[in-house]
């Protein structure tokens, strides 16, 4: 079987857009941008691996964006997009792919077909691109005249993933250090090599300005319009201890909650309401009790399961909702702390996590204090049917 490895460049400073951070790290449906590109491509079948060249100075930045995706550790990058993919290519020589993918971080809208095209294109040849025809009626201008109009015939706008035969682009690259070509194929065509054209997409365009940002929510709201909502609920009993494990954060206390793992009601619930959100059944059958491996556990990997699953259906957590049911301890001294921990978890804003605490005035076995209870809300938004 041919191995496929994904290499995403992610490290340019393009602050164009107006904010502070990079293009790559601004929010697109409440996530940052790179996190569609990575997700998009680690969960392609035929792409065993995946690595971004990151600049280091976003470590923190590009951390966040691709929490609980597996990817290779990132490399940094050099000065020049061309220096950052150089860069990458020699990082991935010791894993010796048969091909590799090079693609732009600030494309997030590439799907399973396009890579696809590009993929049975090298069996063939040594590289292919996705690229769209020229439409528009191109003109040549100078000093605001038109010069000459320019038969568009064999004109084509180049996309990426730019796929290669691994060795033959890292040898190309390596020739070419020092000069600026404009893409990965152009490094291609300079060493010789036929690149093959494949259908490229209107919607894998590249994020540059505002327009694009805004046409990029746009088209995320579009594509994931199927919005589901699910609910879950836990309770763990009191028990011996000195603290208690609610939503991530370990809560001082003078009893502990009882449990196969570490009893962490909140994030129960809402590993619950995440798996009812797309239908996978509940926590029990994910991680049964029975299972020793799960003796113990930190919580987050469940809640992180979920989330797995939710990206793995190319959707994304909307928001979601966590009612703490208890008289002690109090939880609003730790409420922030609990939304940043999920927020964390699930790699989204904290602006989409909610915390709440309740009691019921001494009533039933929380009143009586003999265990917690949680209740949770997730909204998910999955493509609709051929998104
Ligand atoms: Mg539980």
Not at 39 to 52: G, M, N, V
Not at 119 to 127: K, N, V
Not at 259 to 277: F, M, P
Request: hydrophobic share 45%.
């Amino acid at each position: 079987m041919t191995r496929c490895i994904a290499l995403v460049v992610a490290a340019g400073r393009g602050t164009r857009l107006g904010g502070r951070l990079p293009k790559q790290y601004l929010p697109l449906g409440g996530v940052r941008l790179l996190r569609h590109t990575l997700s998009a491509l680690r969960h392609h079948p035929r792409i065993e691996a995946l690595r971004a060249v990151i600049h280091p100075d976003d470590r923190a930045l590009y951390d966040e964006a691709a929490a609980g995706l597996e990817l290779l550790p990132p490399v940094p990058g050099g000065a020049e997009r061309q220096d950052s993919v150089r860069t990458g290519l020699e990082s991935l020589a010791e894993l010796a792919p048969d091909h590799v993918l090079i693609h732009d971080g600030a494309r997030p809208f590439v799907d399973a077909g396009l890579i696809d095209r590009v993929l049975d294109a090298l069996t063939a040849r040594a590289g292919a691109i996705p690229a769209l025809p020229v439409t528009d009626t191109v003109k040549r201008g100078a000093a605001g005249i038109i010069a000459e109009t320019v038969d568009r015939a064999a004109l084509w706008r180049a996309q990426t993933p730019q796929g290669f035969r691994f060795a033959d682009i890292l040898a190309a690259h390596r020739a070419a250090a020092g000069r600026q070509l404009s893409d990965d194929a152009a490094v291609a065509e300079q060493a010789g090599f036929a690149v093959a054209l494949v259908p490229g997409s209107e919607d894998n365009f590249k994020v540059t300005t505002m327009d694009d940002l805004a046409r990029a929510e746009r088209h995320l709201a579009s594509r994931l319009g199927d919005v589901r909502t699910g609910q879950g609920f836990d309770v763990h009993a009191f028990g011996p201890g000195d603290r208690v494990w609610l939503c991530g954060v370990a809560v001082p206390h003078n009893q502990g909650l009882v449990g196969h793992s570490d009893a962490d009601v909140g994030l129960h619930a809402l590993t619950d309401a995440l798996l009812g959100a797309i239908g996978a059944g509940d926590i029990g059958m994910h991680f049964p009790p029975s299972d020793p491996r799960w003796r113990g556990a930190a919580s987050d990997r469940f809640l992180r399961h979920a989330a797995d699953l939710v990206a793995a259906r190319r959707g994304i957590i909307a928001h979601v909702d966590v009612t703490l049911i208890c008289e002690r301890p109090k939880i609003g001294p730790h409420r922030a702390a609990m939304a940043a921990r999920i927020a964390e978890i699930l790699a989204i804003g904290r602006d989409r996590v909610s915390i709440k605490a309740t009691t019921t005035e001494g009533l039933g076995f929380t009143g009586r204090g003999e265990g917690i209870a949680a209740q949770a809300l997730a909204t998910v938004r999955l493509p609709l049917p051929g998104g």
